[in-house]
C-alpha cells in the first residue's frame, strides 16, 4: 500500500518530514540502547540520567528533577533510580532531603561516574 506522503506541489509535507525524522531518530536510539546495554549494561534512559546527575555542580538532584530532565514519569523514574541504587556497586545512592523530609535526593556515586563514562564512549564511538 502506497502512502500519499507529498503536497499538492509536490513537496514532502511537514507532517511527512515529521515522520521521517521520528523513524531516523528512533532508529539511532535503538542502536544507542543497544551501544548502552552492550558497554556497560545500562539502559539508555540510565545513561541519560547518569549523564545529567554528571553535569549537576553537586551530581545530585531531586528525583522529581531527574522525571523531568529525563522525559519519564515520577513512578517510572523510581524504577528506573532503584534498579541503579540496587546495581552490585551502585551507581546511585538515595539520600532524603535535610531540609524537607518528603523530598528524596539522587548522588551520583563514583561506580556511577564509571558506568557513564563506559557507556558515554560507546555512544561516542557510535554517533
Not at 532508529?27 to 551501544?35: C, K, N, P
Request: charged share 25%; net charge neutral; proline share 2%.
Amino acid at each position: 500500500m502506497e502512502r500519499n506522503s507529498t503536497a499538492a506541489d509536490g513537496s514532502a509535507t511537514k507532517l511527512e518530514a515529521w515522520m521521517q525524522s521520528c523513524q531516523e531518530f528512533r532508529r539511532t536510539e535503538q542502536l544507542l540502547e543497544g551501544a548502552t546495554q552492550s558497554a556497560a549494561g545500562l539502559s539508555l534512559n540510565e545513561l541519560y540520567l547518569l549523564h545529567h546527575l554528571l553535569a549537576e555542580p553537586e551530581h545530585k538532584f531531586r528525583v522529581q528533577d531527574a522525571a523531568r530532565l529525563i522525559q519519564l514519569s515520577q513512578s517510572a523514574t523510581s524504577r528506573l533510580v532503584m534498579r541503579l541504587a540496587s546495581l552490585a556497586e551502585p551507581a546511585v545512592e538515595r539520600r532524603m532531603c535535610e531540609i524537607d523530609k518528603r523530598g528524596v535526593y539522587i548522588h551520583l556515586t563514583e561506580a556511577g561516574r564509571k558506568l557513564h563514562a563506559q557507556a558515554a564512549q560507546s555512544v561516542e564511538a557510535l554517533l
